[in-house]
C-alpha cells in the first residue's frame, strides 16, 4: 500500500504553510484534473488558476496570495519544485543491493565498493574502480581503468569507454555513450588520417547524461562535463569540449570540439555550436539557434545565425509582414 502523509507533514517536508485542513493525508501526486481526495497536485502557472475551482484534489501545491478556491493549500515559494521533492517522497523508494549478479563479466584488478548491484549481462574491463551504492544495469559496458563514484547508476546498454572518470550521483541513462573518440582526421592526399583519441570524459559530481548521448574524448587531455549539468537525450559533445557547472543541455544539441560553455547555460532543443568558441555564463540560447560565435555572459540569444533574443523577436515579427 501507498504511504500517506497528512499535509502538515508534507507542509513540515517541502518549508511551506498549510490554508485548511492540516490533517487530511494523501497518499500520492496527480494533475489538477485528475486528481482525487487522496491526492496532491500542484499550480506552477497562474495560467491555469481556475482549475483549482475545479480540482478534487486533497491539496494543491501552490505560491502564496494565489486564489486557493475554498481547496486544502499547501502554499510554497516553488510549486513545480515541490511537486518534484513529492514525486522523490511518494514514488521513488531506494531498492536494495544485490551486489554481483550471475552472468555479469568483470576483468582483472576490479575494485567494487559497498551495496553496490552489478546486473546480468554487465561487462566490466580491468582496473576498474567503482564506488559504494552503485547500480549497473544489464548491458552496460564499461571499459579498461574507468572510475565511477559513489551512488552513480549506469542504465542499460550505456558505454563508459577506457579511463573515463565519473564522478558521485551521476545517471547516465540507457544507451548514451562516454567516450566515445572525438572526430579528427588528418588529410592524405584525398583521403583521410585517423588521429588518435588518446584523451578521456570527465564528468563531475551530480551530472546527469540522456539516452543516446554521446560525449567525445579529448583527443589529448579532457572533455570535461562539471558538476551538477544536465544532458537530455540525443545531444552531441566534441572533444575537448568544456561544460560548465549546472547546465541545462537540451535534446539534439550538438556541441563542435574545443568550445567552452559558462555555468549555468541552457541551450534549447536543437541549437549548434560552432567549435573553438566560448559562451559566457548565465547564457540562454533559443531552439534551432545557430551559434558561429562567442556570445556574452548574462544575455539571452535567438535566430541562426544568433543575435540577441529581443532583436529576434522584432525580426520575426517583422518578418511574418513581408509578402
Known amino acids: 500500500m501507498p504511504q500517506t502523509k497528512t499535509l502538515k507533514e508534507l507542509a513540515d517536508y517541502l518549508g511551506g504553510v498549510v490554508k485548511g485542513d492540516e490533517t487530511c493525508r ?34 494543491v501545491l501552490m505560491a502564496p496570495g494565489c486564489d486557493n478556491y475554498g ?3 499547501i502554499e510554497v515559494a516553488n510549486p513545480y519544485l515541490a511537486f518534484a521533492k513529492l514525486l522523490t517522497l511518494f514514488y521513488v523508494q531506494p531498492q536494495p543491493p544485490l551486489g554481483v549478479l550471475p552472468e555479469a563479466c568483470l576483468g582483472n584488478n576490479v575494485s567494487l565498493g559497498n551495496d553496490i548491484t552489478i546486473h546480468p549481462g554487465v561487462v566490466i574491463g580491468d582496473n576498474v574502480t567503482i564506488g559504494d551504492r552503485c547500480v549497473v544495469h544489464p548491458g552496460a559496458v564499461v571499459y579498461s581503468g574507468v ?30 555513450v562516454i567516450g566515445s573518440d572525438g572526430f579528427g582526421y588528418a588529410p592524405d ?30 583527443a589529448l587531455e579532457v572533455t570535461l562535463i562539471r558538476r551538477g549539468t544536465k544532458i537530455d537525450n540525443l545531444v552531441q559533445i566534441a572533444h575537448n569540449c568544456q561544460i560548465g557547472e549546472d547546465g541545462m543541455i537540451c535534446s539534439q544539441v550538438g556541441i563542435s570540439g574545443s568550445s567552452k560553455i559558462g555555468n549555468h547555460v541552457t541551450l534549447a532543443g536543437q541549437v549548434g555550436v560552432v567549435g573553438h ?4 555564463d548565465n547564457v540562454m540560447v533559443g531552439a534551432k539557434s545557430g551559434v558561429p560565435n562567442s556570445l556574452e555572459a548574462n544575455a539571452g540569444y535567438s535566430g541562426y545565425p544568433i543575435q540577441p533574443h529581443k532583436e529576434w523577436l522584432k525580426s520575426m515579427a517583422v518578418l511574418a509582414k513581408l509578402p
Open 26 to 59: 494523501v497518499n500520492g501526486l496527480a494533475p489538477l484534473e485528475a486528481a482525487g481526495p487522496d491526492k496532491v497536485t500542484f499550480l506552477a502557472n497562474p495560467r491555469y488558476a481556475a482549475k483549482v475551482a475545479e480540482t478534487g484534489a486533497g491539496a
Open 71 to 73: 481547496r486544502n493549500v
Open 147 to 176: 572510475t565511477i563514484g559513489d551512488d552513480t547508476v549506469v542504465h542499460a546498454n550505456a558505454v563508459i569507454r577506457e579511463r573515463c572518470r565519473i564522478g558521485n550521483r551521476c545517471v547516465i541513462q540507457p544507451g548514451a
Open 189 to 218: 592526399g584525398r583521403g583521410w588520417y585517423r588521429i588518435p583519441q588518446i584523451g578521456i570524459v570527465v564528468l563531475e559530481d551530480d551530472v546527469e547524461i540522456g539516452a543516446n548521448t554521446t560525449i567525445d574524448r579529448a
Open 277 to 280: 568558441i566560448t559562451i559566457g
